[in-house]
């Protein structure tokens, strides 16, 4: 697995496109509502909804199509030839994303500290460190559904969409929903960027008390995080006319021909 989980590595790191995407979109983002808004009281609402926001579409999204192309390929077909199972598969996929993510949130952090002046405890950089772990597995494992759903790119840019953008306007990353309706309030509680951006929003402000208030987001975001993970691997499909098939289950054809 750890052969696998270099090889995505690099090609992540070479691919120009990946890259734009994942780190200059969220620094331009983050510098130009920084300088815009321009209020130190705003800055830490602006880290955390930056930092989640790109995990939100950096995982899900970039997941799903690259997960969608190395099928339509054909890579997959010849990984199911070897005793790689499904769930070690998505485990190097989101190691790789999820060091990708660390990366990117790195750059993020020093910007937003340089020129934003966001003020970060130990604590709190700890604990951001944790919430970006936890939620960068969620969320690359939303990615493998929503390919997993999808036959071809137009299926996946499309499900992949209606899956990240009404997280993030049910959300309070970069907004208070207190005076929007009481259903979209409710329909964000149920969704799990909603506790990403909570368990954020506390680490980035971390205090003393910081480990008990971050303990239920950051608990409801892993219940999410495994849910995820097992939809993923149940869903998951080797090549583009195959359904579906369970993980672990790939070679039973080869098994029950032995």
């Not at 969409?161 to 970069?174: G, I, K, Q, R």
């Amino acid at each position: 697995m750890f052969t696998i989980l270099t090889t995505m590595l690099r090609g992540i790191f070479r691919d120009i496109h990946t890259m734009v995407w994942n780190v200059a979109f969220p620094l331009a983002m983050l510098v130009g509502l920084g300088l815009y808004f321009d209020n130190p009281a705003y800055s830490d609402r602006l880290l955390s909804g930056v930092l989640t926001t790109n995990v939100l579409f950096g995982a899900t999204m970039v997941t799903a199509f690259y997960v969608m192309s190395h099928r339509n390929r054909g890579v997959y077909k010849l990984l199911r030839a070897t005793p790689f199972s499904t769930l070690s598969f998505i485990t190097a996929m989101t190691g790789a994303r999820t060091v990708l993510a660390l990366f990117v949130s790195v750059c993020v952090i020093i910007v937003s500290v340089l020129l934003l002046g966001v003020s970060l405890s130990l604590t709190g950089s700890a604990l951001m460190l944790l919430v970006l772990l936890i939620g960068t597995v969620c969320f690359t494992a939303i990615g493998f559904i929503a390919a997993n759903l999808s036959r071809d790119e137009s299926n996946v840019n499309m499900i992949s969409n209606l899956m990240s953008f009404p997280l993030l306007f049910t959300s309070e990353a970069f907004y208070s929903l207190e005076q929007a309706p009481q259903w979209v309030r409710v329909v964000g509680q149920l969704q799990p960027f909603h506790y990403l951006v909570e368990a954020m929003g506390i680490a980035v402000k971390a205090n003393g008390g910081s480990l008990s208030a971050i303990g239920l987001p950051l608990g409801i975001l892993t219940g999410f995080t495994v849910v995820c993970l097992v939809l993923a691997a149940f869903t998951f499909r080797w090549d583009s006319e195959r359904p579906a098939s369970r993980a672990g289950k790939h070679r039973e054809q080869h098994f029950s021909s032995v």
